[in-house]
């Protein structure tokens, strides 16, 4: 008897030749195969790109790096830190690989990876859903939502129910102990959402992007529409469409 792939299956010799079944065999290449597999993605993953920044459409990006384009899904904390198109930019990369793509997610430190990475451990949480807690708040603002429990906060961000909420403040409490010498740099807010920036820059039907930017963050139409209105309206005329993600944001939080 032997084992391949974890199977118990026999083994034929006859004449000093292995005639185990071409069956098993086969199960015996693939296994192999698999785990060369699995060791060159380990190889090869993407930790930090440095580039031009070719196009910017909220949360996603494309990087041209020495003539690559890598399409990168940004939080929005990052999106608002971006240069302009044009100028070049270094971001940290999460980068998950599955069977039907390799998915880049950006990141403007560190210290927003690292909890980006807490954030995906947690039962329930995906890349999708940890993107847009950290788009909904700042880092320091989501560590004080656990620190304080304030689940009335997190249950307001899309895909966040009380039980996932609850969840969050219970795992996330011991693992932020262990990045307290990364949160404990973060700069303290008395505002839950994110700092305003000091320079805009004009962008093309800001309030059609602004809604698509809250769609793929995992806002309902209805939401994205009324957010999106009520802070066009207050912001006026010659804004960006990240201004209005922003106070978009902020409104739906703080209501």
């Known amino acids: 008897m032997a084992i391949y792939a974890g199977i118990r299956l026999p083994v034929f010799v006859v004449a000093g030749i292995d005639t185990t079944p071409r069956r098993v065999l086969g199960l015996r290449r693939r296994s192999w195969n698999n785990t060369l597999h699995s060791k060159r993605n380990e190889e090869k993953m993407i930790g930090h790109l440095h580039g031009r920044v070719l196009e910017k459409h909220p949360p996603f990006l494309i990087l041209d790096v020495g003539g690559v384009g890598y399409e990168v899904e940004a939080s929005m904390n990052t999106f608002y830190r971006l240069p302009e198109i044009g100028a070049d930019a270094s971001i940290y990369v999460h980068m998950v690989v599955r069977e039907d793509a390799q998915l880049l997610y950006g990141f403007v430190d560190r210290q927003e990876r690292s909890v980006f990475r807490e954030l995906i451990k947690t039962n329930g ?3 999708k859903l940890a ?4 788009s909904g708040i ?3 603002a989501f560590v004080r939502c656990v620190e304080y429990e304030d689940v009335a906060t997190l249950v307001k961000l899309p895909g ?3 039980k996932t909420a609850e969840r969050l403040i ?4 011991d693992r932020l102990k262990n990045l307290s010498s990364i949160t404990s740099v973060l700069p303290k807010s008395s505002d839950s959402s994110l700092p305003l920036m000091e320079t805009i820059s004009p962008v093309v039907d800001e309030k059609r992007e602004a809604e698509a930017a809250l769609l793929a963050l995992g806002y309902k139409p209805v939401q994205a529409t009324k957010a999106v209105e009520a802070a066009a309206k207050s912001l006026g ?3 960006s469409a990240e201004e209005i993600i922003r106070l978009a944001l902020r409104g739906m939080i703080n209501t």
């Open 125 to 127: 949480v995906g890349p």
């Open 131 to 134: 993107i847009t807690l950290l």
């Open 138 to 140: 700042s880092v320091d």
């Open 160 to 162: 966040v129910g009380k």
């Open 170 to 173: 219970i795992e996330m409490k």
């Open 237 to 239: 005329e010659q804004v």
